[in-house]
């Protein structure tokens, strides 16, 4: 079992930064990657960006890219989501997740990942 705990969502205006944070606890030593995906009102969750727990490899989806920055940190089993120029089309429910097999590519879909976090809601006001 693994356990994941978001914290740093909030209320911002637009163009402004928040920093997520998603705590690991348990068999974390299982995990091969981190993602993060959100979830707006009445649509799908969405692949937000990703990390290998080794390596230099991260993913970001293209609505995102160059605005946010996933970071890990080995030591504190923790990843962060640095998230810049906010827009409000930002605005969703921002979840952790982990993936226990190794994949020759960094997962993008949800089905792919075996553990969530709880959910912290972002919310950018125009």
């Known amino acids: 079992q693994m356990q994941l705990v978001e914290s740093g969502g909030g209320l911002v205006q637009a163009g402004g930064s928040l920093r997520l944070s998603c705590a690991a606890s348990?068999?974390?030593?299982?995990?091969?990657?981190m993602g993060w995906f959100r979830q707006a009102p009445g649509k799908e969750r969405d692949f937000v960006a990703a990390?290998?727990?080794?390596?230099?490899?991260?993913y970001y989806a293209d609505s995102v890219k160059g605005r946010f920055t996933i970071s890990r940190d080995n030591a504190k089993n923790t990843v962060a989501l640095q998230m810049n120029s906010l827009k409000p089309e930002d605005t969703a429910v921002y979840y952790c997740?982990?993936?226990?097999?190794?994949?020759?590519?960094?997962?993008?879909?949800?089905?792919?990942?075996?553990?969530w976090g709880q959910g912290t809601q972002v919310t950018v006001s125009s």
């Open positions: 990390v290998r727990w080794s390596g230099d490899n991260t």
């Open positions: 348990g068999r974390t030593s299982n995990s091969s990657t």
């Open positions: 997740a982990s993936d226990h097999y190794y994949r020759p590519s960094i997962p993008t879909m949800p089905w792919q990942y075996n553990y």
